[in-house]
Structures are given as C-alpha cells and as structure tokens.
C-alpha cells in the first residue's frame, strides 16, 4: 500500500483489535466482512463512492451505513463506515483492506482456541498439495469452474484433516480469488497468520529434509539477522540438487547448486 493507505490501513487494524478486545463474535464478523468485501468488489461505482479520497468523510460513513445496515452484524458495519471515512491511495486497498480485516479475524479465532499455529500449517500443506496436483490446482483455478463446487472439493480435501479455521480460509481462496492466483491469495493469508503470531515466516527449498539440528540452527540464525522469532515452513525439491534456499516475504537467498549450476551457464552462454 502506499501513501495513506497505509494510514487508513492502521485506523481501520486499530479499530478491529479494540472489537476484537471487546468479545466480538470473531467468526460472524468475518462472514459479515467477506458479505461485504464481495458486493464492494462486485459494484465498481460503490467502490469508488465509498473509497473516494477527495469525498466528504461523514457522507461516505452515512453511504456505508445506509447500504449495510441491517443486512451485517454491528461489528462489521463499524469497521466498514471507519473505512469508508479514510483517504486510500487506490479504491483497491479499500476492498483488500476489509478482505485482511475478516481473514484476521478467523485467524484471531483459532488463535484464541489455542490452534492458530495448526492453521496455519494446515494452510501452508493445503497449498503445498494443490501445487503438486496439477489437475487438483487446475480445477481450483479455473475461472470456468463453479465457486461453490470448488468449496466442495476442498471440503472433501480437508474433511477431519483441518480445523474448521483452515477450511473455511481455503474454500475463501478458491471461492473468491478476487483476480489473484490460487497460490498467491493462500500466501497473502499465511502472512497474516503469521503477524498475528508477531512471527517471520521463512520458506525454506531443499533437495532432501532439514534434521532438526540443522533447522535449529537456520532458526537462530534467521531470528538474529531478523531480530524477532521466525517460523520454518519446508519444502522438499529434489530439483535444487544441494544446498538451501530461503524466502523471507520478498527477500530469497539462494545457495541451491542448480542455482550456482544456471549462474553458470548463464556467464558462458552470456544469456
């Protein structure tokens, strides 16, 4: 985000942390936020009325208000019309802003049912597996198939395998990917699940699995470059050959011999 969405950004996380301490229906609030988010999404003259920068706070408050009231819970219509009353940069942060708002709030659930570190494993294997299946991440793709029927097929992926956290976020990310890959909207959530545990999320390459000595020690080293506590996601490659890659949001160190192997190639063929 930039310029003042950023600041709109914080108001609105302000706002929910203080709901969130004042016992709201964590689960609803999300229901109600992603309701939202979805007619927002699908109404590009709203989306322009309510994000509007150079429009009038208290009338975009009272077009968010009118528009969803009594169709959504209390909580929800509060964090909408503080939203609608901000400067965005980009209609766009708007609607992300209010899809981060309600995937935090499942997250803040199975947090505070002790379970949020399981989610967001869950999550991560969710879409390891997806990755792996080319005519499982096919179908959970395609535009051309139904939105509900691939809600199905992750249920039927998930069924006694997930907590409930993780497959109502999963059938989300197929649901409704609002214009993103699959993969990308999985790891937009796996972020938030991350800051909502104030933790780093490494995802580390290798050709053959960490001992747990080993992924000790990336830790530690991890969390002193970092300065805060990092979590480990791992995937197995044989196609790195040797060595490590690790991803931290947007920075990769790679050390992985194909990676030397491709440097290499490229200095002789000069391509």
């Keep these: 985000m930039r310029g003042s969405s950023r600041g709109a950004a914080a108001t609105v996380q302000e706002a929910f942390d203080a709901a969130l301490s004042g016992g709201v229906d964590r689960s609803g609030l999300a229901e109600d936020l992603f309701a939202i988010t979805s007619v927002v999404d699908g109404n590009a003259s709203l989306r322009r009325a309510l994000a509007d920068p150079s429009g009038e706070p208290a009338a975009k408050r009272a077009l968010a208000e009118r528009l969803f ?98 497959v109502r976020l999963a059938q989300q990310a197929v649901r409704v990917p609002r214009g993103r890959r699959l993969d990308r909207v999985l790891a937009a959530y796996l972020d938030l699940a991350a800051k909502r545990r104030d933790e780093l999320t490494a995802l580390v390459t290798v050709a053959s699995a960490l001992t747990e000595q080993q992924a000790a020690r990336l830790r530690t080293q991890l969390e002193t470059m970092y300065g805060k506590s990092v979590s480990l996601q791992t995937v197995v490659d044989p196609h790195v050959l040797g060595g490590i890659r690790v991803q931290v949001g947007d920075e990769v160190m790679d050390g992985t011999i194909s990676r030397r192997i491709d440097q290499a190639r490229r200095h002789v063929t000069g391509n």
């Design 69 to 166: 009231g009594g169709k959504v819970g209390d909580g929800a219509i509060g964090l909408v019309a503080l939203a609608a009353e901000q400067r965005w940069a980009d209609e766009r942060d708007f609607s992300d802003t209010l899809e981060s708002t309600a995937v935090s709030s499942l997250l803040a659930r199975a947090e505070a049912e002790g379970r949020i570190d399981d989610v967001e494993d869950q999550l991560f294997r969710f879409e390891r597996i997806v990755a792996g299946d080319t005519a499982l991440r096919d179908t959970l793709s395609s535009r051309n198939t139904d939105g509900e029927g691939k809600a199905g097929v992750v249920a039927t992926l998930l069924e006694g395998k997930a907590h409930p956290e993780t």
